[in-house]
């Protein structure tokens, strides 16, 4: 029901989160998540394990940069593309942390954005030939984050902007937790 005044709410997504396809055999598959993973491992960042801010994973910036992903997507086509989107970047980043010994679980977000965001994200994924589902209305998208469970409480963190969700920008319109 829309109420006066305001514009008719987005739908919420049905489907489960993203997930990175491996494909059977596939060397490539398999050096890609050992590649993260020993990546991981030789990060210089002593205060990763307690650093509920970063968990310690900036370095995924300095490889990757958040956009336009085609999917399906698999581990394989990790190295050589030139963005990921924020299920690939959940999916990462999850089994990272999840290596180091968190237990993460995966969310599901509807979040506020404006006009002009939504506008220059459509026209990016459509000149990359990607579907923009994820783009709900002019205000409002779909978003993947990571539960982490950290030493001292829970954190709903965001790979794909590196922090926790809700600072910096209002609180989800809708969530959504995936226990797998």
Same mark, same amino acid.
């Given at each position: 029901?829309?109420?006066?005044?305001?514009?008719?709410?987005?739908?919420?997504?049905?489907? %489960?989160?993203?997930?990175?396809?491996?494909?059977?055999?596939?060397?490539? &598959?398999?050096?890609?998540?050992?590649?993260?993973?020993?990546?991981?491992?030789?990060?210089? @960042?002593?205060?990763?394990?307690?650093?509920?801010?970063?968990?310690?994973?900036?370095?995924?910036?300095?490889?990757?940069?958040?956009?336009?992903?085609? *999917? %399906?997507?698999?581990?394989?086509?990790?190295?050589?593309?030139?963005?990921?989107? &924020?299920?690939?970047?959940?999916?990462?980043?999850?089994?990272?942390?999840?290596?180091?010994?968190?237990?993460?679980?995966?969310?599901?977000?509807?979040?506020?954005?404006?006009?002009?965001? @939504?506008?220059?994200?459509?026209?990016?994924?459509?000149?990359?030939?990607?579907?923009?589902? *994820?783009?709900?209305?002019?205000?409002?998208?779909?978003?993947?984050?990571?539960?982490?469970?950290?030493?001292?409480?829970?954190?709903?963190?965001? %790979?794909?902007?590196?922090?926790?969700?809700?600072?910096?920008?209002?609180?989800?319109?809708?969530?959504?937790?995936?226990?797998?």
């Amino acid at each position: 029901m829309t109420r006066p005044g305001h514009p008719p709410r987005a739908k919420v997504p049905d489907q %489960p989160p993203s997930t990175l396809t491996e494909h059977p055999d596939c060397v490539a &598959c398999a050096d890609t998540r050992s590649w993260l993973l020993a990546h991981d491992r030789a990060e210089a @960042t002593p205060a990763r394990e307690w650093d509920t801010t970063t968990f310690g994973l900036g370095w995924l910036f300095r490889y990757f940069r958040w956009g336009p992903s085609r *999917w %399906p997507f698999a581990w394989c086509d990790v190295p050589g593309a030139a963005h990921l989107d &924020c299920g690939v970047l959940a999916c990462v980043a999850g089994m990272v942390l999840t290596a180091r010994g968190l237990r993460v679980e995966r969310v599901q977000l509807v979040e506020r954005a404006a006009v002009e965001e @939504t506008a220059l994200w459509r026209a990016r994924w459509r000149a990359a030939g990607c579907p923009h589902d *994820w783009i709900l209305s002019d205000r409002e998208v779909y978003h993947e984050v990571l539960l982490v469970h950290a030493e001292q409480e829970p954190v709903l963190f965001d %790979p794909t902007e590196l922090r926790q969700v809700g600072q910096g920008r209002d609180r989800p319109l809708w969530m959504r937790q995936w226990v797998w």
